[in-house]
T-cell receptor, first 112, second 114 residues
Framework: KQEVTQIPAALSVPEGENLVLNCSFTDSAIYNLQWFRQDPGKGLTSLLLIQSSQREQTSGRLNASLDKSSGRSTLYIAASQPGDSATYLCAVSGGATNKLIFGTGTLLAVQP | DGGITQSPKYLFRKEGQNVTLSCEQNLNHDAMYWYRQDPGQGLRLIYYSQIVNDFQKGDIAEGYSVSREKKESFPLTVTSAQKNPTAFYLC?????????????FGPGTRLLVL
């Protein structure tokens, strides 16, 4: 059974710092890995999707990497801003049905 | 505007009562999903549907039921058999049944038990 773990559970950094969020999964047979952002009491917003054949994806200040063989992904946020404060969730898709298995998230606080 | 809408934003359930959460999308997506989120936990899949008039159980389907009579709509009923229904419920959709497509989420419904 696929399990997804995110470390750390919470992170507080000063504005301007570069930071890395970690995601690990137990079964390397995945279709894709996605990173989402969730603001308090809101739905999820997709940030990046990495196909199983890809190594990384970039969008603006965000860069996500995937090492499928080791079961790991990282989300790199450059020059963090207070507006980046949110919970970041990673999820893996295990097949064509696109069912997602989620991690428990990392709560990020960027201090001005 | 294209997107996914969920209603109501807050819903209160009395003991022994069934309640229905609405999910509508105008993205022309074939697949739709229902997730439950509890504090400090990730999302868990309740039900999903890849096509009209067909749906499948997810990991925690007990105490829930769904229907998919229209492509745009995927309502979730929380039955009285669900003993711990207090949670944040999220609906999502994606184009087709390919595992290569991202999912788009609605704003969620928070269900509370009176």
């Amino acid at each position: 059974k696929q399990e997804v773990t995110q470390i750390p559970a919470a992170l507080s950094v000063p504005e301007g710092e570069n930071l890395v969020l970690n995601c690990s999964f137990t079964d390397s047979a995945i279709y894709n890995l996605q990173w989402f952002r969730q603001d308090p009491g809101k739905g999820l917003t997709s940030l990046l999707l990495i196909q199983s054949s890809q190594r990384e994806q970039t969008s603006g200040r965000l860069n996500a990497s995937l090492d499928k063989s080791s079961g790991r992904s990282t989300l790199y946020i450059a020059a963090s801003q207070p507006g980046d404060s949110a919970t970041y969730l990673c999820a893996v898709s295990g097949g064509a049905t696109n069912k997602l298995i989620f991690g428990t998230g990392t709560l990020l606080a960027v201090q001005p | 505007d294209g997107g996914i809408t969920q209603s109501p934003k807050y819903l209160f359930r009395k003991e022994g009562q069934n309640v229905t959460l609405s999910c509508e999308q105008n993205l022309n997506h074939d697949a739709m999903y229902w997730y439950r989120q509890d504090p400090g936990q990730g999302l868990r899949l309740i039900y999903y549907s890849q096509i009209v008039n067909d749906f499948q159980k997810g990991d925690i389907a007990e105490g829930y039921s769904v229907s998919r009579e229209k492509k745009e709509s995927f309502p979730l009923t929380v039955t009285s058999a669900q003993k711990n229904p207090t949670a944040f419920y999220l609906c999502a959709s994606s184009p087709g049944d390919s595992g290569k497509k991202t999912q788009y989420f609605g704003p969620g419904t928070r269900l509370l038990v009176l």
